[in-house]
């Protein structure tokens, strides 16, 4: 049972390039979510998934785009990085998004460079 | 607009000292307050807390919520270095989906 597995662990990007980070969890949690961490300003939510097929938006979704294809993977995709979004971006996952809160998961967190 | 405040910011003590945390909120539909630990990766989870005035605990570690002053604290007893973390505390709000605000944490270091 490998939790909330995200991948790359570092990336460099030059401004203007795209990449994709990867995230899976193996729990068949329903709710999945991407968030940043900047110094001194907490984790902000990007962009969150209820279910396979259905995102939103979250507090800072500019600049990022995301899929819900499958109910296991999550990934998020800067379409044009800009070096506003150099930070570390984490992926988690949890329980039943209606009936009830549990406690997120979060994977280890990508650390992201754009220069 | 949704706000979770972590006081203080940065903290510094000595190994035995005692410390307390605190979180204040302005949520619209507040479900429950949650408080991690996140030491060099992933935040890893401490607490949830629903009800107010039910302290829970875990080991050295307690914390209780306080719906009326919308706020909660975070204590750590007979502090050790392995303590050393940044606390977050984060609010669970329900408006369609549930969503998770963080504060901006607290840095807690703990010299020997």
């Known amino acids: 049972n490998a939790g909330v597995t995200q991948t790359p662990k570092f990336q460099v990007l030059k401004t203007g390039q795209s990449m994709t980070l990867q995230c899976a969890q193996d729990?068949?949690?329903?709710?999945m979510s991407w968030y940043r961490q900047d110094p001194g300003m907490g984790l902000r939510l990007i962009h969150y998934s209820v279910g396979a097929g259905i995102t939103d938006q979250g507090e800072v979704p500019n600049g990022y785009n995301v899929s819900r294809s499958t109910t296991e993977d999550f990934p998020l995709r800067l379409l044009s990085a800009a070096p506003s979004q150099t930070s570390v971006y984490f992926c988690?996952?949890?329980?039943?998004?209606?009936?009830?809160?549990?406690?997120?998961?979060f994977g280890q967190g990508t650390r992201l460079t754009v220069v | 607009e949704d706000k979770v405040v972590q006081s203080p910011l940065s903290l510094v003590v000595h190994e035995g000292d005692t410390v307390t945390l605190n979180c204040s909120y302005e949520v619209t539909n507040f479900r429950s307050l949650l408080w991690y630990k996140q030491e060099k990766k992933a935040p890893t989870f401490l607490f949830m807390l629903t009800s107010s005035g039910i302290e829970k605990k875990s080991g050295r570690l307690s914390s209780i919520l306080d719906k009326k002053e919308l706020s909660s604290i975070l204590n750590i007893t007979a502090t050790q270095t392995g303590d050393s973390a940044i606390y977050l505390c984060a609010v669970v709000r329900v408006q369609g989906a549930q969503k998770l605000v963080f504060g901006q944490g607290t840095r807690l270091t703990i010299n020997p």
């Open positions: 988690a996952s949890s329980y039943s998004s209606t009936g009830g809160w549990t406690e997120a998961f």
């Open positions: 729990m068949n949690h329903e709710y």
